[in-house]
């Protein structure tokens, strides 16, 4: 099972290539060059691997094309998604979209979030992650339940 941790500093190139660090790709499925990368709900991308994404692409896919609230949902949600392989030297390529889309510039950070990778401008990450230990405490009672 995929299990991403941590946060990493990373660097984009002039052409729009991100390499991987090292215990990222160590956590990818073994020969698994392929990956998605969507827009993610705040202004960041969300980087998968291919197996991980089977799992959210079913849920979203299965949904009911006869509710137009669904249609609406998978045409926006697909439509911000793209496959990307990964090189032999360890790099994805970003399209420039979805560059601009997370104000993506050379200094990035990758947050290790279980399934998933985020991929994040700096500056915007830092005002979307909780810096105060109550609050995440209060956040992981109300949604982890007690601890034994």
């Known amino acids: 099972m995929t299990f991403f941790t941590y946060e990493y500093e990373a660097k984009l190139d002039s052409k729009g290539r991100l390499i991987l660090p090292a ?5 990818l499925p073994e ?4 990956l998605v990368i969507r827009r993610g709900f705040e202004q960041c991308l969300i980087l998968y691997p291919m197996v991980e994404f089977k799992r959210v692409y079913s849920r979203i896919s299965g949904l009911s094309e006869l509710d137009p609230e669904n249609r ?5 949600f697909f439509a911000g998604t ?21 104000r993506l510039e050379k200094d990035v950070i990758l947050v290790g979030t279980g399934t998933k990778v985020e991929i994040w401008n700096p500056e915007i990450y830092e005002k979307n ?20």
């Open 23 to 27: 215990k990222i790709k160590a956590q």
């Open 31 to 34: 020969g698994s060059n392929e």
């Open 82 to 102: 793209m496959q990307v392989d990964m090189d032999a030297n360890g790099r994805i390529l970003i399209a420039k979209n979805m560059i601009a889309y997370a």
């Open 129 to 148: 992650k909780i810096t105060d230990p109550e609050e995440l405490s209060n956040l992981a009672a109300k949604h982890a339940g007690p601890t034994t």
């Open 72 to 76: 609406k949902l998978q045409r926006s």
